[in-house]
Structures are given as structure tokens and as C-alpha cells.
């Protein structure tokens, strides 16, 4: 048993079962998530890091176990890189391009790094990575090919631009709340969308269009 499953064991009071689906309620995210993370399929991102270090100092059964649950701890378990580069004296910072959207999904891991990119700190505006928009359901304010920056994140901003996880896959989209229901609106008029959100990834905080 690896040290992040005897953690979120000890976090459901020492009961294996329903352990994965209490983390998940409480990082408010799907329970096949932390199954991907426990089996190494994917990595949780960088905010998804901190808010189990915080859950886990603050739980008197996870300390019990003696394993070590600091947010370093947690992404060394993980094998995460932080997400940002360090800044150099000019203030670049340089940030990892990952597959295109929906091709692959937005949480960063190596595994999905295309390569890394230069940009000025002040222009980042928080992005953690890089992902090229694939399809035309967001025209015309995205098309096909922008260079998109992307920051984690696990509640919808109405109105704004999301990454979202979908039962069909990721997608880009705005996330709005029509009649109490969360809805995924695109821009492009003649695109009809029928998908349901499941959870939230990231907030586009920025984005460059593809070179004509």
C-alpha cells in the first residue's frame, strides 16, 4: 500500500470503503480522479495539492500514520514539478505546452508536455500551462490552433472560459447557471452543447491568437 492510499484511508477514519469517494467530495471533484492519482495515471494539480495538505494537517487520523502530508511531501509522492518555473533576472517565466484540448486532459503531467515556452511574468497572469485550442465551438473569440494559457482551477467562473471534464472527455467552454443547473455554453452560434460538467480543471486567463 503506497503512502497517499494509507492517507486517504486514514481520512475516512481508517475505512477503505467510501475512502475515495470522501476525498473527492471534499476536493469536490469526480471519484475516478483519485483512483487515477492512486493507480498513477494522472497528478493533481497544483491547487489540487494544497487543498489536501490542508486537509490532511488538519486531520488527527492522517497524523496518526506518521507519513508526512506537507504540500512538498504530497508532490514528491506524486513526482509533480512545480508548475511555474523559476523566473530568471529578466522576469521570464517559462511554462509547459501540453496536448491540444479535448484531445487529452488538463491536468499537467510529464507525460503530456509538448515542450516548454518563454513568456513575460506580467503576461502569465497566474497560468500554470499552456494547452492549443482544437475545434471552433469557441469562435470568434477562440479558433482553432491559439496558444491558450490556462490556470488550475475547481470552481466555474460564470461567464468566463473553463476547462472543463465532461462524460465524454475535456472540453473548453464558458460554464454558466441556467435554472439552478450548470451549463456549458459556446460561443460559436451554430454549436449546440449537450455536454454535461462533471468538474472544473482550469480558467483560460489568457490566450494568444495562431499566427495567420
Request: overall charge positive; charged content about 25%; aromatic content about 8%.
Amino acid at each position: 500500500m503506497n503512502d497517499f492510499l494509507r492517507v486517504v484511508i486514514a481520512f475516512n477514519g481508517g475505512n477503505e470503503r467510501g475512502s475515495y469517494t470522501n476525498l473527492a467530495n471534499k476536493l469536490n471533484i469526480a471519484r475516478s480522479q483519485i483512483s487515477d492519482w492512486i493507480s498513477g495515471r494522472r497528478k493533481p494539480t497544483e491547487a489540487q495539492a494544497k487543498a489536501m495538505a490542508k486537509l490532511f494537517l488538519e486531520s488527527k487520523e492522517v497524523q496518526e500514520t506518521g507519513v508526512s502530508v506537507t504540500l512538498r511531501s504530497i508532490k514528491t509522492m506524486f513526482g509533480m514539478k512545480d508548475a511555474l518555473l523559476p523566473a530568471t533576472e529578466f522576469g521570464i517565466v517559462y511554462l509547459p505546452l501540453l496536448a491540444a484540448l479535448p484531445a487529452g486532459p488538463a491536468d499537467y503531467y510529464e507525460g503530456e508536455k509538448i515542450k516548454e515556452l518563454p513568456f513575460p511574468k506580467e503576461f502569465i497572469d497566474g497560468a500554470s500551462y499552456l494547452i492549443l485550442c482544437n475545434g471552433d465551438s469557441m469562435s470568434p473569440t477562440l479558433e482553432k490552433g491559439d496558444l491558450l494559457f490556462v490556470k488550475p482551477a475547481d470552481q466555474p467562473v460564470f461567464g468566463k472560459i473553463m476547462i472543463v471534464e465532461t462524460e465524454g472527455g475535456y472540453t473548453i467552454k464558458r460554464v454558466k447557471k441556467i435554472d439552478g443547473v450548470l451549463r456549458l455554453v459556446a460561443d460559436n452560434p451554430n454549436y449546440i452543447c449537450k455536454d454535461k460538467c462533471v468538474a472544473v480543471r482550469g480558467i483560460v486567463v489568457n490566450y494568444m491568437r495562431k499566427p495567420v
